[in-house]
């Protein structure tokens, strides 16, 4: 009787032993099939082609004959709808957005807040801001004729907004890095405010 060790040695096959075929004992009579069935061995490492490489070399079949080097490279190109492609953006700023919950501010994120108005006047200015790096739109309102906007200490500026459907009235703040930029966005929300005839 052999051992457990020994029995159990001679079954295990390692990886890098030759495998046995599939096929092997499934004789169905059908050689062509088996023929067109078995998978071409490849070396490792050999079959790392990208996509971008295998169709370069079917491009450049002709082995250089007039001694120009023809490369042939392809963009994938992404085209996401956000929304914005019928805007004009006219002021933009990197800030920090909060809101008002039960008496207390939570932040919402920090992001680019920019200030779009649309390319035919048909829809008033709004404010849209998008976290940064997931971009999530964190704050999408529009602004109107006698909506509240006041600046508040030297870098906030402070704002009720209609959210949603419009049924949610909100009270937000906006944190600048500077007096400067407070001031500059504050300007820019103002005249937004305007009617249109009146903005010029």
């Known amino acids: 009787m ?3 060790t020994s029995t159990l040695s001679s079954s295990i096959i390692s990886i890098f032993d030759e495998q046995p075929s599939r096929n092997n004992g499934e004789g169905n009579g059908n050689s062509k099939n088996d023929e067109s069935n078995v998978e071409e061995v490849v070396p490792f490492g050999k079959r790392t082609q990208t996509l971008l490489q295998e169709l370069e070399g079917n491009n450049n079949n002709d082995d250089g004959d007039d001694g120009n080097n023809n490369n042939t490279f392809f963009m994938l190109i992404y085209l996401v709808i956000t929304g914005e492609e019928n805007e004009i953006t006219q002021h933009s700023v990197r800030a920090k957005l909060y809101y ?10 920090f992001g680019i807040l920019k200030l779009n108005y ?7 200015p709004r404010l849209v801001m998008r976290a940064d790096s997931v971009l999530k739109v964190i704050l999408n309102v529009a ?3 006698g909506m509240h906007v006041e600046r508040s200490q030297e870098k906030f500026i402070r704002l009720f907004a ?3 459907k419009g049924d949610s009235l909100v009270h937000l703040a ?8 407070a001031e500059d966005l504050y300007e820019a929300i103002k005249k937004a405010m305007l009617p249109a005839q009146d903005r010029a």
Request: with cysteine; glycine share 6%; proline share 0%.
């Open 143 to 145: 602004l109107f004729h």
């Open 118 to 124: 649309s390319r035919n006047e048909e829809k008033s």
């Open 174 to 181: 906006i944190k600048l890095s500077n007096c400067n930029e």
């Open 100 to 109: 008002m919950i039960e008496q207390t501010w939570k932040e919402r994120g």
């Open 2 to 4: 052999e051992s457990f």
């Open 162 to 164: 209609f959210e949603g």
